[in-house]
């Protein structure tokens, strides 16, 4: 009997206090590897809860890959179905191949013009996600870009565009590795940034509107990738592009930075190693932020996105400790960063190079068949 009136009293007690002094949970739904949740959980989370008195952070993975964006979107999907007043899916972090589809059902508010940090990130990728128009509806929360890694001891005037890299490998047989469509991203992004850099139009490959016939436009490229691939290595995947690197059986391949500079704190990688960005430039992909567009707590969320992309804490949580590439523009980060650092992250790609040769993926559609046309035309 005791115990029934302590807890009546408690529920009292907590109904009579007024809104914001009780507890609020602010629902984070994270896709991504397990290192997502634990960013969340024990950085973002417990900044967030110091500076929001009464306030927890509730952290969930969802699983890594499109399927933990997928499942994001299951969830709000079953409560936009049911007419719920409120959502329970206060911030989610999605993939790119998600944001457009969960915009075009009306599953996301327009937050980000209501976000002081909104002003600091000006990259294609904060307006397009695979050519779907997705501008104010997401926050890049980092960016994770392709670019050519090489041995200087092997390439002493590393190619600076795609005809220069196609003309290097020609006279260099077997010094250049990438793992085409399979095994990873990097070797996909090289594919679309090769037909990106032999196709007329490339730009309608990322901004849309779709086009059957581009699939003819972009043939003569695979055609030249072909002949490219004859005097090429192809790797097992990412990690196989790196292990290959550094054991020197090839000179130069296409990487992600972040990863890069990761096996090089680590000592996986040699640290004499060097990238590249060639131009027109190379694909890249961010993880977003969101917020549902009926969140139980909207107002909260985007405070937490605001704090999340918030220089300090980019410099902080997103470079020094992940090696990524900032969500926002990267100037807007120096000033958070001793130079040692910004050095080591920039000194071969800078700023300036991230924002002309930085790309987007290309649109849903052509995502595909891109990839189709490679196995069926350059890699037979």
Same mark, same amino acid.
């Given at each position: 009997m005791l115990r029934r009136t302590l807890f009546a009293s408690a529920a009292a007690l907590a109904l009579s206090l007024p809104a914001h002094a009780q507890q609020r949970t602010l629902n984070v739904l994270t896709a991504g590897d397990q290192n997502m949740?634990?960013?969340?959980?024990?950085?973002?989370?417990?900044?967030?809860?110091?500076?929001?008195?009464?306030?927890?952070?509730?952290?969930?993975?969802?699983?890594?890959?499109?399927?933990?964006?997928?499942?994001? =979107?299951?969830?709000?999907?079953?409560?936009?179905?049911?007419? !719920?007043?409120? =959502?329970d899916?206060?911030?989610?972090? @999605?993939?790119?191949?998600?944001?457009?589809?969960?915009?075009?059902e009306s599953k996301l508010s327009r937050y980000r013009p209501q976000v002081d940090t909104d002003r600091l990130v000006t990259r294609e990728t904060a307006r397009k996600a695979l050519g779907a128009d997705v501008d104010g509806f997401v926050m890049p929360m980092f960016h994770s870009q392709v670019a050519i890694a090489y041995n200087p001891a092997m390439v002493?005037?590393?190619?600076?565009?795609?005809?220069?890299?196609?003309?290097w490998a020609q006279k260099n047989p077997r010094k250049f590795g990438h793992n085409g469509v399979r095994g990873g991203m990097?070797?996909? !992004?090289?594919?679309?940034?090769?037909?990106?850099?032999?196709?007329?139009?490339?730009?309608?490959l990322m901004d849309g509107p779709y086009d059957p016939a581009m699939r003819a436009a972009w043939a003569p490229a695979m055609a030249k990738l072909k002949e490219f691939n004859r005097n090429a290595v192809i790797t097992p995947g990412n990690a196989g592009t790196l292990d290959q690197l550094n054991r020197g059986e090839i000179a130069m391949g296409p990487v992600w930075m972040d990863m890069f500079y990761t096996w090089q704190a680590e000592g996986r990688l040699a640290p004499n190693m060097r990238l590249e960005l060639i131009s027109p430039g190379?694909?890249?992909?961010?993880?977003?932020?969101? @917020?549902?567009?009926?969140?139980?707590?909207?107002?909260?969320?985007?405070?937490?996105?605001?704090?999340?992309?918030?220089?300090?804490?980019?410099?902080?949580?997103?470079?020094?400790?992940?090696? =990524?590439?900032?969500?926002?523009?990267?100037?807007?980060?120096?000033?958070?960063?001793?130079?040692? @650092? =910004?050095?080591?992250?920039?000194?071969?790609?800078?700023?300036?190079?991230?924002?002309?040769?930085?790309k987007p993926m290309p649109m849903g559609s052509y995502f595909k068949e891109i990839q189709e046309d490679y196995e069926r035309l350059v890699a037979n």
């Open positions: 949740v634990d960013y969340i959980t024990d950085y973002l989370g417990p900044m967030f809860e110091k500076a929001n008195p009464g306030v927890r952070v509730r952290a969930v993975g969802t699983g890594p890959g499109d399927a933990g964006s997928q499942k994001i =979107w299951e969830r709000l999907d079953a409560q936009q179905k049911a007419n !719920a007043a409120t =959502w899916v206060d911030v989610g972090v @999605v993939h790119q191949t998600m944001a457009g589809q969960l915009v075009r002493s005037a590393p190619p600076k565009t795609y005809a220069e890299l196609a003309d990097s070797g996909v !992004a090289f594919v679309f940034g090769w037909v990106y850099a032999n196709t007329p139009d490339a730009q309608k190379l694909p890249g992909q961010p993880m977003y932020y969101v @917020v549902p567009e009926k969140a139980a707590n909207a107002e909260l969320a985007r405070r937490f996105v605001a704090m999340a992309t918030s220089p300090a804490v980019q410099a902080e949580g997103i470079v020094k400790r992940f090696n =990524w590439l900032p969500g926002i523009d990267a100037q807007h980060v120096q000033a958070h960063l001793d130079q040692k @650092v =910004w050095e080591r992250l920039f000194k071969d790609v800078s700023p300036q190079h991230l924002a002309e040769r930085g």
